[in-house]
Structure formats: C-alpha cells, structure tokens
C-alpha cells in the first residue's frame, strides 16, 4: 500500500542553519505531496504542496520539488529561526480509485532551533 | 473567515465509556475527515465524508463511526473506549479543486483513557 518515510527526529539546529528534512514515499500512480507542520499543542498546518512531478512548493522560506524517479519530496529551507521549532510532517494524497481525500502521514519529525 | 472548529478541546474517559467528538468544517467546504494522531506519531486517517456519505475508511474497528449533517459539520463516535483509544483526534475540511485535496485540520480534540 501507500506510505510516506520521513528522516527521524529529533534533528536540533542553530539559528540561520540549513535545513533538510528527507520524505520518500510508495504509491500506486500520481499523488500529491504535502508538508504539514505542527506547533506545540495545536493542529496542523499546510506549509506547502505539489501536485505533480518536478513541482516545487514553497513557502515562508520552506521549499519542496516532487521527484518522481527518486519517490522524494525533501524539505529544505536556507537558514531557520527560532520560531520554525515544531514537528513537520511528509504526507501523500491519493489522487485515484477510493483513495481520494485522505491523507498518508509520516512518523514526523521534531525540529528544535537554538539561538 | 473562521478555520476548522473542534469541541470539546479535551476530554476525559474511563475505559468501557462511549464519547462524541464534534467537528465543524470551515464555510463552504462539503468533505470532512478525521484523523487519530497518537502522541509521537503521525495521523492516521479513520473516515472521510462528502455531501454527507461516507467516502473512506481507514483500518479502525467497528467501534468508530461517524456521520456529517446536512450543514456539513460531522460527529466522530467511538464506543466501548479502550486504553489505546487516548489520542488526539483531528478534524480536517477540503474543497476539492480539481485532482487535490487540500485539507485544513482543525486544533483537535485530545481524548484521555483512563
């Protein structure tokens, strides 16, 4: 079936430092690729999305380019803050068959930022 | 325009004990879903609805059912509580936009086995 593998946590890191957060995923055809983040004690959050091969999401810094002959959608953003401390989630949506609308989550990954 | 609301924000049980949890969508979006998320874990997908049928189901027992109401907001019923059952439970909205479904999760509702 589906599934999405994300780089175990928890990844620390200074302020201004790059960051990398690997997600590979399985699927039958062609899903979509999410990035969610979550904040202590809240729900999750969109951070970005990419519908087909060679998209590049982006947002607040965070970029995303779905790779289909490497099954990847890594998360990268030039230099973290503080505030960029949470857990981030690599999910998949299945674009076919009764699969449509829900969402394939990874294990998450806690990114703590120091100043 | 007001996100995904959830209530109640927590909740206690004992073990044998049947719980409600309510969800409402944001305006204007018809699919609602839910998503058991265990503490360290990533969400896992119990139900989805649309135009108040049930469109999926995730691998969760007979003890969890739902249904969404004509104004699309939805009611995630779980019976007979288990241990294993304590889990924040999150409530996401989508309008479908071609191929994608982006969905926007409410705050969830952190339930407590005990």
């Known amino acids: 079936g589906d599934s999405v593998t994300q780089m175990e946590g928890p990844v620390t890191l200074s302020e201004e430092a790059f960051l990398t957060i690997n997600c590979t995923y399985t699927a039958t055809g062609y899903p979509s690729l999410f990035w969610y983040v979550q904040y202590p004690g809240e729900g999750l959050q969109l951070l970005l999305k990419?519908?087909?091969?060679?998209d590049k999401g982006s947002n607040k810094g965070f970029e995303a380019t779905y790779r289909k002959e490497t099954t990847s959608f890594h998360l990268e953003k030039g230099s973290v803050q503080v505030s960029d401390s949470a857990v981030y989630f690599c999910?998949?949506?299945?674009?076919?068959?009764?699969?449509?609308?829900?969402?394939?989550f990874g294990k998450g990954t806690k990114l703590s930022v120091k100043p | 325009d007001a996100g995904v609301t959830q209530s109640p924000t927590h909740l206690i049980k004992t073990r044998g004990q049947q719980v409600t949890l309510r969800c409402s969508p944001i305006s204007g979006h018809k699919s609602v879903s839910w998503y058991q998320q265990v503490l360290g874990q990533g969400p896992q997908f119990i139900f989805q609805y649309y135009e108040k049928e049930e469109r999926g189901r995730g691998n969760f027992p007979d003890r969890f059912s739902a249904r969404q109401f004509p104004n699309y907001s939805s009611e995630l019923n779980v019976n007979a509580l288990l241990l294993g059952d304590s889990a924040l439970y999150l409530c996401a909205s989508s309008w479908p936009s071609g191929q994608v479904y982006e969905q926007y999760f409410g705050p969830g509702t952190r339930l407590t086995v005990t």
């Open positions: 990419a519908t087909k091969a060679d």
């Open positions: 999910a998949l949506g299945a674009n076919y068959g009764g699969s449509q609308g829900n969402l394939i």
